[in-house]
């Protein structure tokens, strides 16, 4: 069984897969924000990625490293404040380079370690009112690619570029029957995602069957970035 690091196991993404590894008996070491955690893990801790704390529930060594903290800040480029890119950035890219730096040296342990990161489909594909947070991502794309080689052959680092998937922080976008149809809608195969279909992938990434991948950005979301539906 292996050791694995879940910043961000509140709710969505991140309780699912610690759900998940949990049941399967894996260690589990998981952050959460305000909200406290509704499993039972091995450890835990409050850790917000805009301040400096320290990790303190790393082990002595570590399997893998998911990071899932995320952000939807949709509004017209004009309007979006300096602070809140900043915000942004510290979520989804800062947060993600602290958490690396401070779990880096027991990753190294590990046989075959691996790291997974979130970016989005707005990377890929420019979308109106998403400057703030495609440009976030954008950096972990860069930041996947980058790490995946200077840690290679020891360590595999990977990214998840969803669509809109159906968990709390996408909640305002799907809050009535009419919202979810039109998400439904945008995509080719005319439905958005579930938490299972992320935390399939993440177990993917994670395990033996994806041991000759890294570097590399798995596009999860429907088909909406490499297809365009009739």
């Known amino acids: 069984m292996s050791n694995y690091l879940i910043i961000g196991a509140s709710s969505g993404i991140g309780e699912g897969i610690a759900r998940k ?3 399967e008996g894996h260690s589990i070491f998981a952050t959460h924000n305000k909200k406290s955690l509704e499993i039972e893990v091995d450890a835990s801790q409050q850790w917000d990625a805009n301040s400096d704390s320290e990790l303190e529930i790393i082990p002595d060594q570590l399997d893998g490293l998911i990071y899932c903290p995320g952000t939807i800040n949709l509004k017209p480029f004009h309007r979006i404040k300096a602070e809140e ?3 942004e950035m510290n979520i989804n890219y800062f947060g993600a380079v602290k958490a ?3 779990s880096l ?5 590990s046989d075959q ?3 997974v990161l979130f970016s989005t489909v707005a990377v890929q594909n420019g979308m109106p009112f998403h400057a703030s947070i495609a440009s976030a991502k954008g950096a972990i794309e860069g930041l996947t690619r980058t790490l995946a080689a200077e840690f290679a ?7 998840i570029a969803p669509s809109i998937t159906d968990t709390p922080l996408a909640e305002k976008l799907l809050s009535n029957d009419d919202k979810r149809k039109a998400s439904e809608d945008r995509h080719p195969l005319k439905k958005i995602g579930t938490v299972e279909d992320i ?6 990434l994670l395990g033996e069957k994806s041991k000759w991948m890294t570097g590399q950005i798995l596009h999860l979301d429907g088909g909406m970035s490499s297809t365009r539906p009739l």
């Not at 040296?105 to 342990?109: G, I, R």
């Not at 052959?153 to 990214?159: E, L, T």
């Not at 935390?199 to 993917?204: H, L, M, P, R, S």
């Open 85 to 87: 890119f900043q915000e």
């Open 113 to 115: 370690a691996s790291i």
């Open 199 to 204: 935390t399939n992938a993440i177990e993917y």
């Open 105 to 109: 040296k027991v990753l190294k342990k």
């Open 21 to 23: 590894l949990k049941e």
């Open 100 to 102: 690396i730096q401070q």
């Open 153 to 159: 052959p020891k360590i595999r680092v990977n990214a």
